[in-house]
């Protein structure tokens, strides 16, 4: 089987984010198609050897201290040189700063793969330090995988290494998802009787929650918010001031339950609106599923898998308003919410489907491989 060694600075069981996700697909998939994967990534707990999770292993080293975000390790140098020795492929995700690092300080000379999930938006100080680092990394790589061409042609660093960029958009596998009980889809009947709209994700700085709550006033359409993060305590004090009896926090959730949460669902809202939010993994959930989207032009992937009129409709970013009037339209209009949800489930076998991911990986990983060779 062909070895691919995955580096990012988090991963399951210690975080649940997007990126992670990814991995996991990317992993799980490339096991179905003769494709051994290992992840090495940092924990704040421990350091783990050969953890098996699915069909790959996994391997901790314990963050020492972090800067920006950023986790570094000690002890990440020699089990990296240690697991790279014995791969055939180098799979980075980035941005990483501390990743960038390790590629050189351990003399990385196998072939080199970056999935480029996001330009760095917020952090524009710590930027300018790391830049010299992230050009020369990024120069040095043998090929850049973007999710989207939406990505590809509003980055400016990509641009600048368009030659080595290919696009492979994000994938999932639908049997991957827990089929939820009667007893699970029951539970959660009873507690949202009427028709809801279903966000999921992290409560990070860039989802535009504080937007979803701004379009859930005044109306009386549920909304169930799935997650957790730093600014929980600030949302859901937003939520106390403006009064909305019609927004649920439900949490961090199991599969199963975030499932059945998919499966009863009205639409799946997605107000990102900064370019933090790459690609949304989560809108590919909601088509996989069949609903209608709703989301917001940031000139990322979002646009990509959400196509105006088609598989939903969207909205002009940071826009309370135009995102309550986009809710209306749907649920005001039952046979234009489930067209929209047929082409968007359409749209996820034509493009976002693990399989068709893994096939475009796996054939980047071979043609490194044989130029390798030469």
Known sequence: MLKVLHIYKTYYPDTFGGIEQVIYQLSEAGYKNGIKSTVFSLSKQRNVDS???????????????????????????????ELAKSADIIHYHFPYPYMDLLHFICGVKKPTVVSYHSDIVKQKTALKIYQPLM????????????????????????????????????????????????????????????????????FRYYKGLH?????????????????????????????????????HFVGAVSDEDKSALLTLCYCVVFPSHLRSEAFGISLAEGAMYGKPLISAEIGTGTSFINIHNETGIVVERNNPQALQDA????????????????????????????????????AVYHELMSEAEL
């Open 51 to 81: 953890m098996i999770l699915g069909n790959h292993v996994v391997y901790y080293a314990r963050t020492s201290f972090e800067i920006a975000s950023t986790p570094f390790s000690i002890y990440a140098i020699e089990k990296f040189k």
């Open 327 to 362: 809710m209306f339209k749907l649920i005001s209009e039952p046979e234009l919410a489930k067209h929209y949800g047929s082409n968007a489930y359409q749209r996820y076998l034509d493009f976002f489907t693990a399989e068709h991911m893994i096939e475009k990986y796996s």
């Open 135 to 202: 050009h020369s990394f990024l120069n040095s790589v043998d090929r850049i995988i973007a999710s989207s061409p939406n990505y590809v042609k509003t980055s400016s660093i990509l641009q600048r290494y368009i030659d080595k960029v290919t696009v492979i958009p994000y994938g999932l596998d639908r049997s991957s998802y827990p089929v939820p009980s009667e007893e699970k889809l029951r539970y959660w009947k009873a507690i949202f009787k009427d028709e809801f709209f279903l966000f999921v994700g992290a």
């Open 211 to 247: 937007i979803l709550l701004e379009a859930a006033k005044n109306n009386d359409f549920n909304v169930v918010i799935v997650g957790s993060g730093d600014a929980e305590n600030e949302l859901k004090s937003l939520a106390q001031k403006l009064e909305l009896k019609n927004v």
